[in-house]
């Protein structure tokens, strides 16, 4: 199998590894998602693991798929696998599907799909492997194959049926965040929650992080329990905490407790921090290496597309461990002057320790004065003992600066003040 292309047939069974070597479990089947115009996304694989629990792998954990092996980051969500609204599996369902060539030539069935990655490491459906109905009346004849791309079939369609919630999803597949969020906002509301309940887990965390708190709260109560918390699971700590806070606190617990643990683990420390301070307004998850890593798996790490590109500008450089809170904070190294040095070079050699990191218990003001004053996009948080704790960057200090209304506001704003001294919050105000 091919790294760029590889037949789902031919990937189910393989086994699937953590960068160690050790084995975690087989591929069962492939999940994606369909598009409006382009191909069916794929968002993870199906593994099955000891105890012949089925779970997801998220696409973004894979690493490598290479012959007969599949090798991840070595993380796994143990949660049995439930497949959400406009999720479609690739064996189970999509292959058998009976598809109508578009250059008129009749239908073929489905008997196998190549997965195939593009330049930025996204995975789509690209081939299709078509059996075409057969030509003998001998009851051992098969029909001829041939091959076709996904834009020239098309799936049976009834004239006149009205658009499911599943196509509407596929409408909205391209939207950016923001618009998707507003689009949702713009349905009347038993349609809001219908889309939703379709959409993707990581597609409705995206959305939820672009809404109003109160909007937030309101979609994850309709979507039960189970659900809300895989949408926590996928949101961003620092926004999933903000959105917890906005429930009472027996619901936000309850939510919680159904979390992943790492996850809830995030998510619990955030809301321990005041909301007006750096350590509220922080995502505890930076790039963290020692000073013996080197310049080319740092950039190695910054290349991640998930990861936000302000969390990108830097990696910060600490003693063991190096996971929050980490060990004392030794210094930051900038992207730019990684770019200035050879792969091979220690960030023990290059470190800037002339940027003093932030308290968690500093408030908004002076993290917003700090980053204006210095032209960065990103600061360090430490706790008393001076470990690395996460860091706050220049967006999560814009959302909570900004008025309660600023999303849906369409009064043009020249300049956005920023207060000299403590910021107020009244109720209900976001707290990044």
Not at 14 to 38: E, I, M
Not at 196 to 223: G, K, S, T, V, Y
Not at 305 to 314: C, D, G, N, T, W
Request: aromatic letters at 4%; charged letters at 25%; one cysteine or more.
């Amino acid at each position: 199998m091919s790294t760029q292309r590889v037949f789902v047939a031919r990937l189910v069974g393989c086994a699937v590894f953590d960068p160690a070597g050790d084995r975690l479990g087989r591929v069962r089947d492939v999940v994606v998602v369909y598009r409006k115009d382009d191909p069916p996304r794929v968002v993870g694989l199906i593994v099955e693991i000891p105890g012949r629990r089925h779970v997801f792998l998220s696409i973004g954990r894979v690493t490598t798929i290479a012959t007969g092996q599949v090798i991840t980051t070595g993380l796994i969500n143990v949660r049995r696998f439930q497949q959400r609204g406009g999720e479609v599996r690739v064996i189970a369902e999509l292959l058998g599907r009976r598809v109508f060539l578009r250059d008129g030539s009749g239908h073929a069935v489905i008997e196998d799909a190549a997965i195939e990655r593009n330049r930025l490491g996204e995975w789509a459906i690209g081939q299709l492997f078509l059996r075409r109905p057969k030509t003998s009346a001998s009851p051992f004849a098969k029909g001829p194959t041939t091959f076709a791309a996904w834009k020239e079939v098309r799936e049976n369609q009834v004239p006149g049926e009205a658009q499911s919630a599943e196509q509407l999803v596929a409408t909205y597949s391209e939207l950016h965040a923001a618009d998707l969020a507003s689009t949702l906002l713009d349905l009347p509301e038993e349609r809001m929650i219908e889309v939703a309940d379709q959409l993707p887990d990581d597609r409705l965390a995206d959305a939820l992080e672009e809404m109003p708190e109160d909007e937030q709260a309101h979609i994850l109560e309709r979507l039960g329990d189970a659900r809300a918390a895989d949408i926590l699971d996928a949101m961003e700590p620092d926004d999933a905490a903000d959105l917890l806070a906005q429930l009472p606190e027996g619901r936000s617990e309850q939510l919680l407790e159904l979390m992943g643990k790492d996850e809830a683990d995030d998510v619990r420390a955030l809301l321990a921090y005041g909301p007006d301070t750096a350590g509220g307004l922080m995502t505890p998850e930076p790039i963290v290496l020692s000073a013996e890593a080197t310049v080319a798996e740092a950039l190695a790490l910054i290349r991640r597309h998930e990861l936000h590109p302000a969390l990108a500008a830097a990696v910060f450089v600490t003693l063991p461990p190096y996971e929050t809170p980490t060990g004392r904070l030794l210094g930051v190294v900038h992207f730019q002057r990684m770019l200035r040095y050879p792969p091979h070079e220690r960030l023990g050699t290059i470190i800037d320790d002339t940027l003093d990191p932030v308290r968690a218990t500093a408030s908004a003001a002076e993290v917003a004065r700090l980053l204006a004053s210095y032209n960065l996009v990103s600061l360090p948080v430490v706790d008393a003992a001076r470990r690395l704790v996460g860091a706050v960057s220049v967006d999560d200090v814009l959302d909570h600066l900004l008025p309660d209304d600023w999303r849906t506001n369409d009064t043009d704003t020249d300049a956005v003040a920023v207060p000299a001294g403590p910021v107020a919050r009244s109720a209900g105000t976001r707290r990044h």
